[in-house]
């Protein structure tokens, strides 16, 4: 049985994973357990920045964007010599079980440190929604909500000045930021890796728009869609004559305060990530599935396939556009 946890952060940082610290400590100390926090994610682990805290910690978090435990990228950790001082470290505090915040890329470094005899739970908190063993991650919510409030502004300004723009949003290679968003705000296209549209066919939908009733269009884009969008904007500019701007989101996109869906999905996870090593799992990470929280192998929930949103891409082919 576990005694000593750790939780960190890992990866991009996520609105509600202060949220879920704050779960996964006070379940841990309701049920006993010694709570650790990790500072800077894995490089933190390696750094020996692990503190042990009480329930006061956590207190006022809930509501805070990013992360208090800060977050950091860390690619040497593939490495197992690097692990190893990881692994050294925890074994020191006497720490038996540690909880990881992040993507994929947090998951497999869970997975190996449980190879290497650390027991370890993930738990999906990135607002590019990109793990496919659970509905919705931590900070998606929230990531939405800001995109659609800053394409409701673009809107307005496009509007009056007649012109098409093209919005840039994050999701890393994952299209459901750009797909959501560009349902929520009624967009003309939705443009994202795994859902591209030919070149030839958006000129033509932008020019039919114009010669329409439409005079102003908006556009959704995931980022990693095209390689210049500044480029390609101008040339949709050269060949349809319509006035185009393109506009990069960037990193707005992950602060701000937690929606309550965040919080309340932040809570559900870190709870039931005390819950999975008080009964013994370990290389697993939690999911929700229809609003069932869930379990799995780390590994099977890599591989398994990412069609969720059959339905959402019909709605697109009948109201978009
Ligand atoms: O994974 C979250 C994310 O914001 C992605 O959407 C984006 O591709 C990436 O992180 C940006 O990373 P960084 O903040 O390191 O530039």
Redesign the pocket.
């Known amino acids: 049985m576990v005694k000593k946890v750790a939780v960190l952060t890992s990866?991009?940082d996520a609105p509600g994973m202060n949220a879920c610290v704050r779960a996964v400590v006070r379940s841990g100390l309701k049920n006993g357990l010694d709570m650790y926090v990790v500072y800077e994610g894995y490089l933190g682990l390696v750094q020996d920045n692990i503190v042990q805290v009480d329930r006061n910690f956590v207190s006022d978090i809930i509501n805070r964007g990013g992360t208090i435990l800060k977050s950091a990228?860390l690619p040497e950790f593939k490495d197992e010599a690097v692990r190893k001082i990881a692994v050294d470290n925890l074994k020191r505090h006497g720490i038996d079980g540690l909880i990881c915040i992040g993507?994929d890329g947090t998951f497999i470094g869970a997975k190996k440190l449980t190879e290497m005899g650390v027991r370890t739970v993930g738990i999906p908190g990135?607002?590019?929604n990109d793990v496919a063993c659970s509905d919705e991650t931590i900070g998606f919510d929230t990531c939405l909500n800001t995109i659609c409030d800053c394409v409701d502004k673009i809107r307005d300004t496009t509007a009056s000045h007649q012109r098409c723009t093209f919005i840039e949003v994050?999701?890393?290679r994952c299209g459901d930021l750009g797909l959501y968003s560009g349902i929520a705000e009624g967009v003309e296209m939705i443009i994202t890796a795994d859902h591209p549209i030919p070149e030839e066919e958006i000129m033509k939908t932008l020019i039919r728009l114009r010669d329409g009733k439409k005079k102003h269009s908006l556009v959704i884009v995931s980022?990693k869609t095209f390689p210049d969008l500044q480029a390609f904007v101008k040339k949709v500019q050269q060949e349809t004559g319509i006035e185009t701007r393109a506009q990069v989101l960037g990193?707005i996109q992950?602060g701000g305060a937690p929606s309550a869906r965040d919080r309340i999905l932040a809570t559900q996870f870190g709870v039931s990530a005390i819950e999975a090593l008080l009964q013994g799992e370990s290389g697993i990470c939690i999911g929700i599935v229809n609003n069932k929280i869930v379990h799995y192998d780390i590994y099977e929930a890599l591989a398994l396939p990412r069609n969720k949103h059959f339905n959402l891409l019909r709605i697109v082919g009948l109201v978009n556009r």
Do not use: A
């Open positions: 990866g991009g990228r993507g990135t607002i590019d994050m999701g890393n980022e990193h992950r």
